[in-house]
């Protein structure tokens, strides 16, 4: 009998503009448009593969080894759901097909990085298990539409599905068909752009992305400030800095959008800390090096954890690892080996 299997692959994204609140937790549809630059190397990804088999009595996933509940209803459910409507509906439009949809699909997953740590697993995760089930079912969807379903399961999966400059635009209708994600450039408009990832912890976060950004919508005042005033201008003064490559003003508007990110999880009730003493070292030395320099060569963001991500342009690389390697020594001051392990990935390969 035949086998029915696909691997499929995705690297993170780490937003320049960050996604944090949802005006609707079912769909996740975001409170504010996004956007986020994919690493595109081989340091920090997913790779998962899907089997369908008639001998399958239900949908099981592992996640690096251990088995994770795949709950009806829940996203994972979602989104396997979605696509095996698709799956069904070319099933009954051409009768030559292999009716694959009637069978449950075992998915085994492995991130080749820390989990839950703030380093964007989920997008990787999910636009993994995406891009996987519809190659199983060999799926003729675009990206973009396929970026609808990643989107049910983690709102930040949307974009890992495009490589280079992606936006998610928040979209305006109920029923969530116009949230999705679209390149604002390409990685080959902009190759000079490299970022260099700082693992100042690996642990598993305190608090999970979904609950601290349904916390801050429920108490931050702040937040309704961000969402209207600021985010919309700096979307397109972002894009427009991409389009020009003009390196000063997105590293300008990157940090002080993870500022304002950081500032808004401050602004809940209570508080989220994604930062921590290492993290605020880390902002302190790129804001020296861009005074010494006397313009942005290095822009900073985090995203929920406390690991750094430092977008900088290739001719600087050399400086930026000097600089952060004399100030954060990795053997003196770092026993576990992975933290503090910088990796240059560049964007793209
Ligand atoms: P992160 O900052 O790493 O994105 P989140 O709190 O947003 O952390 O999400 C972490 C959760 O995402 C995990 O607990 C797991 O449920 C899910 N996840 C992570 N990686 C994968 C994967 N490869 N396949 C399926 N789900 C994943
Ligand atoms: C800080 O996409 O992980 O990384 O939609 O609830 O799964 P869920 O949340 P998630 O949130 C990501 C938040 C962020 C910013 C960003 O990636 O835009
Ligand atoms: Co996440």
């Known amino acids: 009998m035949a086998t029915y299997q696909a691997t499929a692959s995705a690297p993170v994204n780490i ?43 239900k949908d099981r996933l592992w996640l690096n080894g251990k088995e994770e509940e795949i709950e009806r209803d829940g996203r994972l459910w979602v989104c396997i759901d979605a696509l095996r409507k698709w799956r069904q509906e070319m099933e009954q439009a051409d009768s030559g097909l292999d009716k694959i949809s009637a069978y449950h699909v075992h998915f085994a997953s492995h991130n080749n990085f820390p989990t839950a740590a703030g380093l964007a697993s989920s997008a990787s995760g999910l636009a993994a298990l995406v891009a996987s089930l519809s190659h199983l079912y060999s799926l003729p969807q675009t990206p973009s539409q396929l970026s609808l379903v990643a989107r049910q399961g983690s709102g930040s999966a949307c974009r890992s599905l495009f490589g280079g400059y992606v936006a998610w635009r928040m979209g305006e209708k109920e029923d969530g068909s116009d949230s999705l994600a679209e390149e604002v450039a390409s990685r080959e408009h902009w190759p000079e752009m490299h970022a260099l990832i700082c693992v100042v912890s690996d642990a598993k976060k305190g608090t999970s992305s979904t609950s601290g950004m349904q916390r801050t919508v429920q108490t931050s005042p702040l937040l309704q400030h961000r969402i209207k005033e600021v985010v919309p201008g700096r979307m397109d003064d972002i894009s427009k800095a991409i389009r020009e490559k003009d390196f000063e003003s997105f590293a300008k508007i990157t940090m002080r959008d993870s500022n304002s990110f950081h500032a808004v999880c401050l602004d809940t009730e209570p508080p989220i800390f994604y930062l921590n003493d290492v993290s605020r070292s880390v902002i302190a030395v790129v804001e020296e090096l861009n005074r010494a320099a006397g313009k942005p060569i290095a822009a900073y963001t985090f995203d929920a954890g406390p690991n750094a991500v430092i977008y900088t342009l290739e001719e600087n690389m050399p400086k930026v690892l000097n600089l952060i390697n004399r100030f954060f020594p990795q053997e003196a001051s770092f026993a576990n080996p992975f933290k503090m392990d910088w990796q240059s990935a560049q964007v793209p390969e």
């Open 15 to 57: 937003a320049c503009i960050k996604y944090w609140g949802k005006r609707n937790t079912k769909l996740i549809l975001p409170t504010n448009s996004s956007l986020s630059v994919t690493l595109d190397q081989d340091h920090l990804r997913s790779t998962t593969s899907s089997r369908a088999d008639a001998s399958f009595e």
